[in-house]
């Protein structure tokens, strides 16, 4: 039943976002243990700051690592700071006004 979710979901940003392909990347790089440890440091909350770059905490390094396989660029930030207040790279942000891609 995941793979019909997933399916669903993907589907229904690729019509959303008008796009060809949509690909979703898996905490962990898809292992299940891995990417719960991962997702325990936050490894999901990543902040988009252009297309195809994103901050994240260095600290995941299997995530960080499957994002760049996919073409992504990765700027590591250690965040002891922004753990402070319990949140990520893009929970602890502002939104941010972006011109239309």
């Not at 669903?8 to 690729?14: E, I, Q, R, S, Y």
């Not at 994103?54 to 590591?76: C, D, P, Q, S």
Request: hydrophobic residues 35%; proline residues 3%; contains cysteine.
């Amino acid at each position: 039943m995941k793979v019909k979710v997933e399916e669903d979901f993907a589907k229904v940003l690729k019509e959303a976002l008008n796009l060809d392909k949509v690909t979703l990347i898996e905490s962990g790089g898809g292992d299940e243990i891995r990417g719960a440890r991962e997702q325990w440091n936050d490894s999901t909350n990543t902040l988009a700051i252009a297309p195809g770059v994103v901050m994240a905490y260095n600290r995941n390094e299997i995530t960080n690592n499957t994002l760049r396989n996919h073409g992504i660029k990765v700027i590591e930030i250690e965040g002891s700071e922004l753990v402070r207040g319990r949140g990520g790279p893009r929970c602890m942000s502002m939104p941010l006004n972006r011109d239309d891609i």
